[in-house]
């Protein structure tokens, strides 16, 4: 199992890669608390990384969870 901050770092990679994939204008930021590791996106037209239904936003997590 990874630390809280190799789970930090490996979400913020994916986060990335999917931004940057996506071809997103966004700020990412990710943070530990006491139970959870958290990615915050900021940034104007997120649309697409939400998805129809949320589903895209529904995929990313699922993978985050994974990693």
Sequence with gaps: MATPEEAQERTLELLEHIVDALDLDAEIEVVITDDAVTGTLEGDDLGLFIGKHGQTI??????????
């Design 58 to 67: 529904d995929a990313v997590q699922h993978l985050a969870t994974r990693i």
